[in-house]
């Protein structure tokens, strides 16, 4: 973390809320003036910097693994690639849970009747 964004934290904790807003608006008066690590503090603030971007996908429905491998395909980014398969990883456990759930339901109905 940069020197002024702690020091403008340990400011915002020491002195509350109150004096936090009292801060804010000397930083940003700071900037306006011309003073560019001010600037670069209201600014970090404001717009901070992106981590990723969304992404859409028109998915098929995913009931079986099957499908879901089907769905997988080419993306941009890394870091909307890894987020999107992490999303599709965890749905593809869902499904392969359900399915395990079927078939012990099955084994354990066939057990019960003697089959």
Do not use: H, N, Y
Not at 40 to 67: S, Y
Not at 77 to 99: F, K, S
């Amino acid at each position: 973390m940069d020197a002024d964004l702690i020091v403008l934290d340990t400011l915002a904790r020491t002195f509350g809320a109150d004096a936090g807003a009292s801060v804010l608006q000397a930083v940003v008066r700071a900037a306006e003036q011309g003073d560019m690590a001010a600037a670069r503090i209201v600014l970090d603030r404001a717009w901070p910097v992106r981590r990723g971007r969304p992404v859409r996908l028109e998915l098929p429905a995913m009931r079986t693994g099957a499908d879901l491998a089907a769905a997988l395909g080419d993306l941009g980014p890394a870091e909307e690639g890894a987020a999107v398969a992490a999303v599709l990883e965890a749905q593809r456990r869902a499904i392969e849970t359900q399915e395990l759930e079927r078939r012990i339901a099955i084994l354990e109905a066939a057990k019960e009747s003697g089959a």
